[in-house]
């Protein structure tokens, strides 16, 4: 009996957390091999990425042999000339991709104007509806020119066959009839392109040779000419006189056109002071057919305020 309780005393000291010196003996074998097992693949894992890293260096090795082969053979006769070559076609290369992203760049550009160019046409076309409108609307002629505009002159020069007799008002025979057929239509004309004229200015030029000293009856007689339409009585003693009887005999004849009941025609004078360029002479003696003349203006009346 003393027997059997000491060795179940002994085999209680054999025994660690349930286990036999035999077991953990086996599990610390066990748990070295897993570390041993662990170490030897890190070292396989490690010796495969050596390898791996020689083949290539083995293969880069061999690229660069390959290549030194070829410089020192004939294909490439100028090894400093090829390296320059790869370098410019690199640069060319890095280049044309630059310029392919400015040319997406530019493409995205033009697009976006394109689209702005159609809207403004857009806009603009719906403005010149609405503009073509407003003007009809306040009976502006389709073309006539925007802005402030004014209607173009009437000249009538003795350089194109429009006389008066010499130092004289009275009106040639074929002046009166320009005047009938072709002067009255176009003030018409004109009319009808600016509704809003209702004055007529006939205005007289002479050129600047002197008028002989004689005694001038405009004072006593122009308003009475006027009146009659009759200049034959009218004696001018210097340009200014003349030209003012020369309007005064073209205004007698626009008077008595029907077509013309609505205007209001005045006379003027500019007399030898005023050039075809309308500016002042500064002296010009001779006989200049252009200058003596007669020009017809179109206006608006101006009120009294």
Avoid: C
């Avoid at 890293?53 to 083995?58: G, P, Q």
């Avoid at 008028?211 to 009585?233: F, H, Q, W």
């Amino acid at each position: 009996m003393a027997g059997v309780l000491f060795q179940q005393e002994s085999y209680k000291r054999g025994v660690v957390l349930g286990l036999t010196m035999a077991e953990i003996v086996l599990i610390v074998l066990f748990t070295l091999l897993l570390v041993l097992a662990a170490v030897v693949s890190k070292d396989k894992r490690e010796k495969a990425i050596l390898i791996s890293e020689r083949d290539d260096a083995k293969a880069q090795l061999a690229l660069v042999e390959k290549l030194a082969a070829a410089l020192r053979s004939e294909a490439i006769p100028d090894p400093e000339a090829f390296f320059r070559e790869l370098v410019i076609a690199k640069e060319a290369a890095a280049n044309a991709e630059k310029t392919k992203v400015e040319l997406r760049e530019a493409r995205a550009q033009v697009a976006q104007l394109t689209a702005g160019k159609d809207a403004l046409a857009k806009t603009n076309a719906e403005l010149t509806k609405q503009n073509e409108k407003m003007r009809a609307d306040l009976g502006i002629a389709k073309d006539a020119v925007p802005g402030h505009q004014w209607p173009p002159i009437i000249r009538l020069s003795e350089a194109d066959n429009y006389f008066f007799k010499s130092g004289s008002a009275e009106l040639s025979a074929d002046f009166r009839n320009a005047i009938v057929e072709k002067v009255v239509p176009k003030i018409q004309k004109i009319a009808a392109d600016y509704p809003d004229v209702d004055v007529i200015e006939v205005v007289g030029h002479t050129d600047e040779q002197s008028i002989r000293s004689r005694y001038s009856n405009l004072d006593e007689a122009m308003i009475e000419a006027v009146k009659t339409r009759d200049v034959s009585s009218l004696v001018p003693g210097d340009n200014a006189g003349l030209g003012e009887a020369r309007a005064v005999a073209v205004v007698s004849m626009l008077n008595q056109d029907e077509r013309l009941k609505r205007f209001s025609v005045l006379p003027l004078s500019g007399g030898q002071l005023i050039k075809l360029d309308e500016k002042l002479t500064t002296g010009s003696k001779g006989d200049v057919k252009e200058r003596r003349r007669i020009e017809i203006r179109l206006r608006k009346h101006q009120s009294a305020d």
